[in-house]
């Protein structure tokens, strides 16, 4: 095994929380080394091809991962465990510097207080793991509008009611409704509802030297082709490489972190892309390469401390595995409704966000981005063909005539919804794979059909001449948005690290991802995965300055 010089801090991936980790601690002179899985891509390596489109997931990710390589398995109702053949179900997240910034439809929600404390607003969920967050909205809140100014957010609370508190408005203003969304916030009006623009990692202007959004009508699942679209790849990850502390290392799979006698860590073991295996030593390690790899990492890593990987002692690394369910509705007009003015999605309802009659949280709804002709092919009415000539007519009539108000619903944690490491299978490198078990708690589903009826009412009050629900929340929280396999708290029995994602027990070891969000409330979670980074990243700072007296 080879060695490599050593430094403060090593993170692990390069996404939403670990490229503002690095930053922060790089700006600060600690030495950083950045792991990346993937490499450098952007638009000229990736244009908007709809037959590797990311949201086309039948026919395979932009942005990785390549499964080949790395598989996953499923454990079944009966007990077998079976390898994903295909990227559905698989819990895919991106390969490349960035991660799923450079991808992401760019969604930059705050969560609500309430979020916060789940527990005590709605009271003990039979069969859930619901908790009150260790930290409270007003805690993360200078860490939020950390991340809407130095990432770079459009929008305005002004409009809707029910928003947070803020103590400086966006940076930007929130762009232009487009058609779909001024007659959906016209219709949402007359019901009582209160629409406002959906908040946005897009340049709606000229920001921080980098040009202003484009309109592109299907940048979902792509990179930007100008750069207007905000992620750590075009922000805070140059910052902290231009400060000369940070070292970004791509196509680098970490295998293991490594503890020394004293249950510290030491340091990882990794992989290049030569699949060659060295060692890199430091004072810190932070953990950011998502819900489901992060604790992939940590059930890999197994010492005599930890024999069931580390910060696993209580079993509870890899349980409370969240995403989100989304649910909506879709309506059928007798003329053009959309104009496919990019986005698409930009105009959104929080009226059923909390409280909701008989409903535990609740979730945003707002139209949607724009689809290419492929992903259209899959929407129909219920019964109608899905081949042949009839469906072939439905897709040259209907392409623009479609509108869709879908939403995230906020799951219930539940300790059976996990994640563990395979004994049967490894992947590329020899590393015992992620395999999934478990399902999502059953209220999910009965409140996505409370989010779907919301949905199909505007739709209809919108003019739509034909309307049918689209109901999520079955099966396992394994999609989009992966969240709360390491979750923060203040007992450790259960939780996996304490409010600043510091691992139990191993007070170098950090998480700053997906991981340690309790409960994924019903917003994307990228702008707080952001705000976590920063908050995570301000305490080291804040609490390892002897380091920096001892650098190598």
């Known amino acids: 095994m080879s060695f490599k010089n050593h430094v403060n801090v090593v993170v692990v991936g390069s996404g939403a929380g670990g490229g503002v980790v690095a930053k922060e601690l790089s700006i600060l002179g600690y030495s950083v080394v950045l792991f990346e899985k993937g490499k450098w891509i952007g638009y000229n390596n990736k244009s908007n091809d709809e037959l590797s489109d990311q949201r086309n997931q039948v026919l395979g990710a932009n942005f990785g991962p390549n499964i080949n390589k790395n598989p996953r ?20 997240i991106a390969e490349c510097v960035g991660s799923g910034t450079v991808s992401y439809g760019a969604m930059a929600w705050r969560f609500m207080e309430e979020d916060f404390k789940m527990k005590s607003k709605y009271g003990h969920v039979e069969g859930s793991t619901l908790e009150d967050w260790p930290i409270s909205y007003h805690d993360l809140e200078p860490f939020y509008e950390k991340a809407e100014w130095e990432i770079g957010v459009s929008g305005d609370d002004s409009k809707n009611p029910f928003a947070s508190d803020r103590k ?35 340049n709606s202007i000229p920001y921080k030297e980098r ?10 699942g792509n990179a930007c082709p100008v750069g207007a679209k905000n992620g750590t790849q075009n922000t805070v990850i140059p910052q902290a490489i231009d400060t000369g502390n940070c070292e970004l290392r791509t196509e680098c799979i970490v295998s293991e972190i490594v503890l020394d006698d004293k249950s510290k860590v030491k340091g990882v073991k990794y992989f290049d892309s030569s699949k060659r295996q ?51 509705a879709v309506g059928l007009f007798d003329y053009e409704i959309l104009d496919f003015d990019g986005p698409g999605a930009n105009i959104a309802i929080s009226n059923f966000s909390h409280n909701n009659n008989n409903v535990v949280g609740g979730g945003i709804l707002h139209n949607e981005f724009n689809r290419l002709p492929y992903q259209f092919s899959q929407i129909r009415p219920p019964g109608a063909d899905m081949w042949g000539a009839k469906h072939k007519d439905f897709q040259k009539k209907n392409f623009k005539r479609l509108s869709r108000v879908n939403g995230p619903i906020q799951e219930m944690p539940n300790y059976h919804s996990r994640l563990k490491v395979s004994e049967k299978y490894k992947d590329f490198w020899g590393i ?121």
């Not at 398995?73 to 895919?92: A, K, M, P, R």
């Not at 059909?449 to 929280?477: D, H, P």
Request: proline share 5%; aromatic share 10%.
């Open 73 to 92: 398995s499923v454990i079944d109702e009966h007990g077998n465990e079976t390898i994903f053949n295909s990227l559905q179900g698989y819990g895919n």
């Open 278 to 328: 060295f060692f890199q030593s430091s004072d810190i390690v932070v953990l950011s390469a998502s819900a489901n790899e992060t604790a992939r990492l940590l059930l890999n890593s197994k010492s005599k401390f930890f024999p069931n990987g580390v910060g696993n002692n209580n079993d509870w690394v890899g349980r409370n595995l969240q995403s989100h369910a989304y649910t909506g």
């Open 168 to 202: 400086k408005p966006y940076p930007m203003p929130a762009f232009e409704i487009n058609k779909e969304g001024k007659i959906l916030e016209k219709a949402a009006k007359r019901l009582g509802w209160n629409p406002f623009p959906v908040p946005m990692f897009r």
């Open 432 to 552: 015992p794979i992620i395999q999934f078990s478990g399902k999502r708690h059953f209220l999910d589903h009965e409140h996505c059909k409370f989010l779907s009826i919301k949905a199909e009412l505007l739709l209809k009050e919108a003019g739509a001449i034909q309307t049918w629900q689209k109901i999520g929340g079955k099966g396992q929280g394994r999609g989009q948005h992966q969240a709360g396999t390491a979750r923060m708290g203040n007992d450790k029995k259960t939780s996996v690290t304490n409010k600043y994602g510091q691992i139990h027990d191993v007070d170098n070891l950090f998480i700053a991802d997906g991981s340690l969000i309790p409960n994924n409330a019903g917003f994307n979670p990228s702008l707080t995965i952001m705000a976590l980074g920063f908050w995570v990243g301000n305490y080291i700072g804040s609490n390892f300055k002897h380091l920096l007296k001892h650098q190598a």
């Open 211 to 220: 040009t202003p959004c484009m309109r592109n009508s299907i940048c979902v």
